[in-house]
C-alpha cells in the first residue's frame, strides 16, 4: 500500500483494539494471548517503516490490515485463529479503496484457510477431539466484511473469487454447528443489506442469494435425502425471516412456491414445524410480493383454513396463528395493489377471522386481523363502492354479537369500535352494526349473568367510537334517545345508557353543532322538567335527575369546538339563564360557559377568521346577559353561606367557587365598558359590607355575632370576585379598586379579609404595573403603605405582604431600590426567621429581588451583614441566614461576592462566642456553604479561627451541633489535609480527627473491596480521599429557610458507628474516656502482614504506606477461626507474634496474665448480673456488651435469634414485674412479696430524644403506651377492669 493512503487515514484513526488492551497482563487465556499476539505484531509494523524516526505515532488501521494479512499468510492454525481476531476489529476501520483493490488476494487467503480449517475439523470430528468453531466464525466474519466493499454489479459478482466467497458463506447454512449457522446468516444479511443500500435494483448477489435459497428450499441438491433436505430447510427459515423483505420480487415468487409446498401437508417436507416457519416466512415477504403472488398465497390459504373445532390444542392453535397473520398480511397488501383480488376475497378473509374468533385462544389474533383488513381507508372505500360485498363483511362482522362469541368479546368489541372509527361518516356501513349493538346491550341489562363481567362496557365502548365518528347527529337518527321514531320526547329507559356515551365521547367528535343540542336535547330537558311539578315526589326526583343528565350534554358538546357559536348561542341565551336559577344545574351552566370561552379563546390562537370574529360577538352578547345573573346569584350565595341550611348541604361555598371562576372568564370576552361598570356595581357592594362590618365590631375584634359573620362573608366573597376582574380592568377601575384597598389593609381585626386585600394589592402590581410606577407619587405611596402597614399586618397575611413588595422592587430602577432598599432590609430579614413556611420564602425572594436591583450584590451584602450587630439573637441569626442565601445564590456567577466572603466570614466567626441556639445553628449552616463557595487558599488564614469556634460547640450534647460539625471538618480535612487541621487542634481534640481518618480509611476499604474506584483511593492523609461523597450536600444548607435537622440520619448510614463517634465527642471535650471500645459482635479485624521484605521499615504514622501492610479479616461472631483461611491470620493468632489493630488505629498490646484476670472478672460480673431480677436497670447490659480490647482471646458470646431478642426486650420493659401471668388479661396485677403498688415508670433520660435512639425508646414505652390497633384496644379495656391500673 502506498504512503499517500497511510497518511490519509492517520488523522482521522482511533485506536479499535482499546478493549483488548485493557485485558494485557490479565489472566484472561483467550484476551492475554490477543494482546501478545497484537503487541508482535506492531512490533513488526514499527520495524518496516522506512526512514529515521518512522516509528513515531501509533500504527494506522492501513498497516494494521496489513500487518495481520501478513501475518495469516505463513502461521498455523493458533496464531491464524488470533490474526482473524484481530482482523475483524480492524475491518471497520480499514479504507474501502485498498480492500476493494486487493480483494482478489484477501479472499484467496481467507478461502485457502477455510480449506484447512475444514479439514482440520473433520479430522477432529473423526478422533472425536473440539473444533476449531471460534476461528471458523471469525473467517466467516472477516469475508464477509472483505465482500462487503465490492459493487453490486453483475461483472463483480461473476468473477470466480466472488462467486467462491459467497458459496463458502452459503455453503455453512446447513452446518451442523448453531453457532456456525448464526454466524453464515448474520454475514450474510449483512452483506445483502450493504448492496440493497446501494440502490442496486437488480444486484447480482441478492440474486444469487435468493437463487440460492429457493434452491435449497426445492430439494435441488444431489444426493440429499427427504430428511437431510427438511433439516436443510428448517436451518434457513431463521435467515429467510430477516432477510425476505430485502428480496427483489424476481427472487420472491421462486421461494413463496417453495414455502407454500412446505406448508402443504401430505409431502415430506409438510411438517407441522416447517409448515408453522413457512407461515412466518411469508408473513415477513408480504410486503415485497407482486399481485400474482399475494393472490396465489390468499387463494391457497382459503382453500385450507382452519376452524375452531380444529385449531383446538397447542400445536394446531399456534399454526391456525401464523394463518391468520399470513392471510391478515396477505389481504391487507391486495386492498392496496389489487382492488379486484381484495374485493375476491375480502369476504372470505373476514368470515374466516369471525369464524375462528369463537376460540378464546385465538380471539385476539383473529380480531387483531380484523382490524387490519377492514378498519383502513382502502376497505371502507371497497365497502362504500361494492353492495354485494359489503352486505357479506357487515354480515360478518354482525355474527361477532351473537351469544357464542360473547366470551370473546374482550377482544370481538374493540375490534368493531375501530371499524367504527375507519368508517368516518359512512351511515349506511354503521348502522346494521349499532342497531345490533344496541340489542346486545338490552339483552346484557335483562341477564347480565349471560356473559362475563364487563362486557357491557364493552359495548358501550364501541358504541362510543361510533358517536366519535358520526357525530351526535347521526348517532341519534340512528338510535333514538326515545327507543323508536315515533317522535316521543322522552328518554326511554333501555336507552339511558346513551347519555353516559354521549357526555364521554361527543367532546371527541368533530361533527358537533350546538343547534342539535337546541333542537334535539333541550326540548327533552325542558319536558322532563316541567312533567316534575305536577307527578308524586319519587317520579319527581327521576325527572329532576333525567333533567340534570340532559343539561349534563352541553359542556361536552361546547367543547367540542362546535362551527355554529355564532348562530346558536343566541338562542340559548333565555334557556341558559333560567337553567342558572336552578341550585342544580348552576354547576352544569358555569362548566358548560367556561368551556365555551376556553375553546373560543384557543381557537383565536390557531386560527383568524370570520368565524372566529362572530363566535367572539355572540359570546359578548351572551356575558352581557349572563354576567349580572351570575353576579346576583354570587351575592345570595354569600350572604346565605353563613346560615343554616347552606352549612348543612355544605354547596355554598363550592357554588361560590363555580361561579367566581365563570365570571371571570367570562369578563375576558365581555365588553370593556360593561365589565367596568359591573365592577363600580361591585365596590358599592364591598364598601358597603366594609362599612357595615365595622359598625357592627365597632373596630374592638371581639365576636362579630352572626350578623358580622355574614357581612365578613359578604366583604370576603367580593374580594374574591374582585380577584377575578382584576386583570381585564382599566386604569380608571384599578386606580377605583386602590382607593377601596388602601384603608382596609389596617383592618387588622379580621384577617381573612385583610390577606385579601393585600392579594388584590398583589394582583395589580402583577397585571397593570404601569398604575404603580408611571407615578412617582404614587410609587411612593404604596411603599409607605406596605412599610407602614407592619404593625397592623396579621401574621397570616405576611406572605401576601412580602409578595407585593417583590413586585415593587423587581420593577424598580438601580437609583430608586438604592434609596428605598434600605429601609426594608431589616424587616425583609426578620422576616426570614418566621415561622410560616411560605412567607420564609417569600421573604428570601424578595431578598434576591433586591439584590438584582441594587448596583452591586456587594452593596447589598454590606447593607444585610449591618443586622449582624442587632441587639436580639433573633435578628443576628435572621442575618447570617439571609447573607448564606445570597451567597448561595450570587456566589457562583459573582467574583467579586466571593472575594468578600472570607473577610464576611471572619466576622461571622465573632457569633460563636455567644450562648444562643439559633446563632450558632445560623453561623454553622453559614460555614458550611462559605467552604463550598470559596478556594482555600482564600480561607487558609481564617482557618484557626474557624476551627477554634467550631471546636467550642462540639462537646455540646443538649444543643445536638455533633452531626453538623463533623461535616464541617470533614470538610477541612478534605480542602486542607488531616495534617494541616490537625495541627491546629489541641490534645483533647485530636480523637475527633483520628476518628474522621478512621471513617476515611474505613469508607476506602469498602470501595476497594468493591473494587469501586481504584488503589489510590485508600489514601487518607490528602485532599484524594473518598470524603468528597460525604460533602455533596454543602449547597443544600436550607430547608423552609433553615439548614436541615436531619444531619443525623445520614451520619447513621455513613458509618452505623454511634457509639464510637459519641466516645470520641467525649474525649474531644472532656479530656477523658472510659477506655476504648469494640463493637460486641466484631465483624473485621485488622493484621499486620509477615510477608514483607526483610528489614524493611514501616512508618506506621504514614497512612498510605501503612494500609499497604494491613490485612483485613473477617471473624465469625461465633467462636472459632476466621474465615479468611490461609489468606490471613486468625482471631488467635495474637499470641504468636502478629499485630492487632484497633478501631482508633493503634497497635492493641495485650497481656496474656491479664486477659485471663480480666475473663474471669467479667464472668463473675456477668454471673451477679444474671441474678438480677428482670426490672433492673438497663445499664448493666451495657457494661456485659461492651468488651475491652485486651479481651480479644475470649470467645465472643453467642449469637442470639430476633425472637430472643425481642422476648428479653419484652421482658426489660419498665412494669413488667407487675403484669400478670394469666394469658388474656392486661393491666396490672398486685402480687405477693411487693413493697410497692403496681406502677409503670420510665426514668426520664434526654439521650433518647434523639433520632439514633428513636426506635429504642420507642420500643422502651410499647410496654406502657398501647398500639392503638382494635386489638390493644380491647386489652387496654380489659386492663382497666383490673384493680391495678398503669399510670
Known amino acids: 500500500f502506498g504512503e499517500k493512503q497511510k497518511m490519509a487515514v492517520t488523522a482521522s484513526f482511533t485506536d479499535p483494539f482499546a478493549d483488548i488492551r485493557k485485558h494485557a497482563g490479565s489472566s484472561h487465556p483467550q484476551k492475554g494471548r490477543l494482546c501478545i499476539v497484537l503487541s508482535a505484531v506492531e512490533e513488526v509494523i514499527l520495524e518496516r517503516r522506512p526512514g529515521e524516526g518512522a516509528d513515531d505515532g501509533p500504527p494506522t488501521a492501513l498497516e494494521y490490515f496489513s500487518g495481520l494479512m501478513a501475518a495469516l499468510e505463513g502461521g498455523d492454525l493458533d496464531s491464524i485463529g488470533d490474526a482473524l481476531a484481530l482482523l475483524v476489529v480492524i475491518l471497520p476501520s480499514t479504507p474501502p479503496a485498498p480492500v476493494r483493490a486487493k480483494f482478489k488476494h484477501v479472499a484467496q487467503l481467507l478461502l485457502t484457510i477455510g480449506k484447512a480449517l475444514g479439514a482440520e475439523d473433520r479430522r477432529a470430528e473423526e478422533q472425536g477431539e473440539g473444533t476449531r468453531t471460534a476461528t471458523l466464525r471469525h473467517l466467516l466474519e472477516a469475508i464477509s466484511m472483505s465482500a462487503s466493499h465490492l459493487d453490486a454489479s453483475a461483472a463483480t459478482w461473476a468473477a470466480p473469487v466472488a462467486l467462491q466467497s459467497l458459496d463458502f458463506l452459503l455453503r455453512h447454512f446447513s452446518d451442523r454447528r448453531a453457532k456456525i449457522r448464526r454466524a ?293 337518527d340512528i338510535m333514538p334517545l326515545s327507543g323508536d321514531s315515533s317522535g316521543s320526547h322522552l328518554v326511554a329507559p333501555t336507552r339511558a345508557w346513551l347519555l353516559s356515551a354521549l357526555r364521554t365521547n361527543v367532546k371527541l367528535s368533530q361533527a358537533v353543532e350546538l343547534a342539535h343540542f337546541r333542537d334535539a336535547i333541550l326540548p327533552l330537558a325542558l319536558a322532563y322538567s316541567d312533567t316534575a311539578s305536577g307527578v308524586p315526589a319519587a317520579e319527581a326526583r327521576t325527572c329532576r335527575a333525567r333533567t340534570a343528565q340532559l343539561w349534563s350534554l352541553l359542556p361536552s358538546y361546547c367543547a367540542s369546538h362546535p362551527t355554529d357559536v355564532a348562530l346558536t348561542l343566541p338562542s340559548l341565551e333565555s334557556p341558559l339563564s333560567k337553567a342558572a ?161 388602601k384603608p382596609m389593609l389596617n383592618m387588622d381585626d379580621n384577617a381573612q379579609f385583610q390577606k385579601r386585600c393585600y392579594r388584590i394589592l398583589d394582583l395589580v ?75 420564609r420564602d417569600a421573604a428570601f425572594d424578595l431578598l434576591v429581588s433586591m439584590s438584582k436591583r441594587m448596583p452591586s450584590n456587594t452593596h447589598f451584602m454590606r447593607i444585610v451583614s449591618a443586622a449582624l450587630a442587632a441587639h436580639t439573637p433573633h435578628m443576628r441569626s435572621a442575618a447570617v441566614l439571609a447573607l448564606a442565601r445570597l451567597i448561595a445564590v450570587f456566589a457562583p456567577t459573582d467574583p467579586e461576592l466571593c472575594e468578600t466572603v472570607p473577610e464576611l466570614t471572619s466576622t461571622i466567626l465573632l457569633l460563636l462566642r455567644e450562648q444562643a441556639r439559633e446563632v450558632v445553628k445560623a453561623v454553622l449552616c453559614f460555614l458550611r456553604l462559605a467552604l463550598a463557595v470559596c478556594a482555600p487558599d482564600k480561607l487558609e488564614p481564617i482557618l484557626p479561627d474557624m476551627i477554634d469556634g467550631v471546636m467550642k460547640w462540639a462537646g455540646e450534647t443538649k444543643n445536638r451541633f455533633k452531626a453538623t460539625i463533623k461535616l464541617i471538618m470533614k470538610k477541612l480535612c478534605r480542602l486542607f489535609t488531616f495534617e494541616t487541621v490537625s495541627a491546629l487542634l489541641p490534645e483533647a481534640d485530636q480523637a475527633l480527627i483520628a476518628y474522621l481518618q478512621r471513617m476515611a480509611l474505613r469508607s476506602s476499604r469498602k470501595r476497594l473491596n468493591g473494587q469501586v474506584s481504584s488503589t489510590s483511593a485508600a489514601s487518607a492523609g490528602g485532599a484524594g480521599t473518598d470524603m468528597d461523597s460525604d460533602d455533596d450536600d454543602d449547597g443544600d444548607v436550607f430547608e423552609d429557610g433553615e439548614d436541615r435537622e436531619d444531619d443525623e440520619k445520614e451520619e447513621e448510614e455513613e458509618d452505623n458507628d454511634d457509639e464510637e463517634e459519641d466516645q470520641v465527642f467525649r474525649m474531644g471535650r472532656s479530656g477523658s474516656s472510659s477506655g476504648r471500645q469494640q463493637s460486641s459482635g466484631g465483624d473485621t479485624e485488622l493484621f499486620m502482614k509477615d510477608h514483607g521484605e526483610a528489614g524493611e521499615v514501616v512508618d506506621l504514622l504514614d497512612s498510605e504506606r501503612f494500609m499497604k501492610h494491613v490485612q483485613v479479616v473477617h471473624k465469625p461472631r461465633q467462636g472459632g477461626k476466621a474465615a479468611s483461611g490461609d489468606n490471613g491470620p486468625t482471631a488467635g493468632d495474637d499470641e504468636d507474634g502478629d499485630l492487632v489493630i484497633g478501631k482508633d488505629g493503634r497497635l492493641v498490646i495485650s497481656d496474656p496474665s491479664l486477659v ?90 434526654g439521650k433518647i430524644l434523639g433520632s439514633k435512639k428513636k426506635h429504642a425508646a420507642m420500643e422502651q414505652y410499647s410496654g406502657v403506651i398501647g398500639s392503638g390497633n382494635a386489638k390493644g384496644s380491647k386489652g387496654k379495656e380489659k386492663g382497666h377492669q383490673k384493680k391495678g391500673k398503669r399510670r
Open 184 to 476: 453464515a446468516h448474520q454475514q450474510v444479511l449483512s452483506l445483502v443489506q450493504a448492496h440493497r443500500g446501494k440502490n442496486a435494483v437488480s444486484s447480482s448477489l441478492i440474486a444469487r442469494v435468493g437463487d440460492a435459497c429457493a434452491k435449497t428450499l426445492s430439494n435441488e441438491v444431489s444426493g440429499t435425502s427427504e430428511a437431510t433436505a427438511t433439516t436443510r430447510a428448517l436451518h434457513l427459515m431463521p435467515f429467510l425471516r430477516e432477510a425476505a423483505p430485502l428480496f427483489l420480487q424476481a427472487q420472491v415468487e421462486p421461494i413463496v412456491s417453495r414455502l407454500l409446498a412446505a406448508c402443504s401437508s401430505g409431502t415430506a417436507q409438510g411438517s407441522a414445524l416447517l409448515a408453522l416457519q413457512a407461515f412466518e416466512v411469508l408473513t415477513s415477504m408480504a410486503p415485497s410480493m407482486s399481485a400474482q403472488a399475494l393472490n396465489g398465497v390468499a387463494t391457497h390459504l382459503l382453500a385450507s383454513r382452519p376452524t375452531p373445532t380444529t385449531a383446538a390444542g397447542a400445536p394446531a392453535e399456534k399454526e391456525a396463528v401464523s394463518w391468520i397473520n399470513l392471510l391478515s398480511a396477505v389481504t391487507a397488501r391486495l386492498e392496496i395493489v389489487d382492488v379486484a383480488a381484495a374485493a375476491a376475497i375480502l369476504a372470505h378473509a373476514v368470515a374466516s377471522f369471525a369464524s375462528l374468533a369463537e376460540a378464546p385462544g385465538l380471539a385476539p389474533t383473529a380480531a387483531a386481523a380484523l382490524v387490519s383488513v377492514v378498519a383502513n381507508e382502502a376497505c371502507v372505500a371497497l365497502l362504500t363502492a361494492k353492495d354485494e360485498l359489503r352486505a357479506s363483511v357487515l354480515g360478518s362482522l354482525a355474527s361477532l354479537l351473537e351469544y357464542r362469541f360473547l366470551t370473546s368479546a374482550a377482544s370481538t368489541m374493540p375490534a368493531l369500535g375501530a371499524f367504527f372509527l375507519a368508517a368516518k361518516q359512512s351511515t349506511p356501513l354503521v348502522t346494521a352494526l349499532l342497531v345490533g349493538l344496541a340489542g346486545l346491550h338490552d339483552a346484557l341489562d335483562a341477564a347480565p349473568s349471560a356473559a362475563p363481567h364487563g362486557t357491557a362496557a364493552l359495548v358501550e365502548a364501541a358504541v362510543g367510537n361510533a358517536i366519535v365518528t358520526l357525530g351526535p347527529k347521526a348517532f341519534l
Open 581 to 741: 336559577k336552578d341550585a342544580e344545574l348552576l354547576p352544569t351552566v358555569c362548566h358548560a360557559l367556561r368551556t365555551l370561552v376556553e375553546t373560543h379563546q384557543q381557537t383565536s390562537k390557531d386560527v383568524d377568521g370570520g368565524d372566529v370574529e362572530g363566535s367572539g360577538v355572540a359570546l359578548a352578547s351572551m356575558a352581557r346577559k349572563i354576567m349580572p345573573l351570575l353576579f346576583k346569584l354570587l351575592t345570595a350565595t354569600v350572604a346565605a353561606t353563613e346560615t343554616a341550611s347552606a352549612s348543612a348541604s355544605g354547596g355554598g361555598v363550592q357554588q361560590q367557587q363555580w361561579v367566581m371562576e365563570t365570571l371571570g372568564l367570562l369578563s375576558r370576552v365581555a365588553p370593556p365598558p360593561f365589565v367596568n361598570t359591573l365592577f363600580k356595581t361591585l365596590m358599592q357592594k364591598l364598601l358597603q359590607a366594609t362599612l357595615e362590618l365595622g359598625t357592627v365590631s365597632g373596630g374592638g375584634g371581639a365576636d362579630l355575632g352572626a350578623s358580622g359573620k355574614q357581612q365578613t362573608q359578604v366583604a370576603v366573597g367580593m374580594c374574591d370576585l374582585a380577584m377575578t376582574l382584576v386583570p381585564v380592568l382599566d386604569t380608571a377601575s384599578v386606580a377605583l379598586l386602590y382607593t377601596a384597598v
Open 765 to 839: 402590581c402583577e397585571h397593570h404595573p404601569s398604575f404603580a410606577l408611571d407615578s412617582e407619587e404614587r410609587l411612593t405611596e404604596l411603599l409607605s403603605l406596605l412599610t407602614g402597614s407592619l404593625l397592623t399586618c396579621h401574621v397570616s397575611s405576611r406572605q401576601m405582604r412580602l409578595r407585593c413588595l417583590d413586585r415593587l422592587v423587581s420593577c424598580f430602577d438601580p437609583p430608586t431600590a438604592e434609596a428605598a432598599v434600605p429601609s426594608l432590609v431589616g424587616e425583609v430579614i426578620l422576616c426570614t426567621k418566621d415561622a410560616n413556611a411560605k412567607c
Open 1156 to 1245: 485471663a484476670s480480666d475473663a474471669r472478672s467479667k464472668q463473675k460480673k456477668r454471673g451477679r448480673d444474671d441474678d438480677d431480677d428482670e426490672g433492673g436497670d438497663d445499664d448493666d447490659e451495657g457494661v456485659r456488651g461492651g468488651a475491652s480490647s485486651s479481651s480479644s482471646a475470649l470467645p465472643p458470646p453467642k449469637r442470639e435469634n430476633k425472637q430472643q431478642r425481642k422476648k428479653q426486650m419484652q421482658q426489660k420493659r419498665a412494669g413488667a414485674e407487675f403484669r400478670s401471668n394469666k394469658k388474656g388479661t392486661g393491666g396490672d396485677v398486685q402480687k405477693a412479696g411487693q413493697a410497692y403498688e403496681p406502677y409503670a415508670y420510665i426514668p426520664l433520660d
